[in-house]
């Protein structure tokens, strides 16, 4: 019903804290340090992966009719019980998928900082 809610929620938090980092490692740059690995641009990944996740979700309640452009926009919102049954929802398979992506994310980053470490040990022999 609404179990987009979540990784949106979880995007729109992460988006931000992106925005303000980069900001900061931008600050960092211009006073001459050097930053190897920007956790800006780690976080853009895990942006991307969300907000795309949740875009194909939302749509995907778009075309079964779950979400309507008019008011209350969320048709389980409508009465009190189905609105119960949507909080649930929400809060059991929302979390779950916005823990999952965030799960794979860290996965992708762990394999990607072990690439890069055997590259660099390589290059020292």
Do not use: Q
Not at 45 to 74: C, D, I, R, T
């Amino acid at each position: 019903m609404a179990c987009f809610i979540a990784p949106v929620t979880e995007a729109v938090i992460t988006t931000i804290a992106e925005k303000v980092i980069h900001s900061r490692e931008c600050r960092a740059e211009n006073e001459g340090k050097e930053l190897s690995c920007k956790l800006s641009e780690k976080l853009g990944v895990l942006n991307k992966m969300l907000w795309g996740g949740s875009a194909l979700l939302a749509f995907e309640h778009l075309w079964h009719g779950e979400v309507v452009p008019f008011y209350p926009f969320l048709t389980a919102a409508s009465d009190a019980e189905a609105t119960s049954v949507m909080l649930h929802e929400i809060a059991t398979s929302g979390v779950a998928m916005a823990l999952l992506v965030t799960a794979v994310w860290a996965g992708i980053m762990c394999v990607g900082a072990a690439a890069r470490k055997k590259s660099a040990a390589k290059e020292t022999k």
